[in-house]
């Protein structure tokens, strides 16, 4: 290969190296878009035969990810080998994190019971609060 493709070459490996670094996970950004944009990234840097291991790519992970995922971030470097751990081993556990925060969310937005302020209040304002047989 002439010297001048070993030069394109080593600035495109410099170029993906830097956006990579700088790739950070937005608080609304989904985590399959994120892991998309880390593996290609990751991918591409390889394939100009650049070495790039497995616990390099896994530790930017889990460093790029906004705080929401803090918690199951530090459980993994506490109790798990991150050096030995894949990048998909990092994936799956980020996104049952993530699945278990969104069922949270969506349970906790409505309200079975009323207080009886509440209740009061409800009467008082005309509201029907309970249905007649009829009704149902």
Same mark, same amino acid.
């Given at each position: 290969?002439?010297?001048?493709?070993?030069?394109?070459?080593?600035?495109?490996?410099?170029?993906?190296?830097?956006?990579?670094?700088?790739?950070?996970?937005?608080?609304?950004?989904?985590?399959?878009?994120?892991?998309?944009?880390?593996?290609?990234?990751?991918?591409?840097i390889r394939a100009l035969g650049e070495d790039m291991k497995e616990a390099y790519v896994v530790k930017k992970?889990?460093?790029?990810?906004?705080?929401?995922?803090?918690?199951?971030?530090?459980?993994?470097?506490?109790?798990?080998?991150?050096?030995?751990?894949?990048?998909?081993?990092?994936?799956?556990?980020?996104?049952?994190?993530?699945?278990?925060?969104?069922?949270?969310?969506? +349970?906790? #937005? !409505? &309200? /079975?019971? %009323? =207080?009886? *302020? $509440? @209740?009061?209040?409800?009467? +008082?304002? #005309? !509201? &029907? /609060?309970? %249905? =007649?047989? *009829? $009704? @149902?």
């Amino acid at each position: 290969m002439s010297q001048g493709a070993e030069k394109v070459k080593a600035a495109k490996i410099q170029t993906l190296k830097s956006e990579f670094e700088a790739l950070s996970m937005k608080d609304t950004e989904m985590l399959d878009d994120f892991c998309v944009k880390i593996n290609g990234l990751a991918t591409n840097i390889r394939a100009l035969g650049e070495d790039m291991k497995e616990a390099y790519v896994v530790k930017k992970l889990l460093r790029a990810v906004p705080s929401k995922f803090l918690q199951i971030v530090s459980t993994m470097e506490q109790f798990g080998d991150i050096e030995t751990m894949t990048v998909e081993e990092v994936i799956g556990s980020l996104k049952a994190h993530e699945e278990r925060l969104n069922g949270q969310s969506d +349970n906790s #937005g !409505g &309200k /079975l019971m %009323l =207080t009886e *302020e $509440e @209740w009061i209040k409800k009467e +008082n304002e #005309g !509201g &029907k /609060l309970l %249905l =007649t047989r *009829e $009704e @149902w």
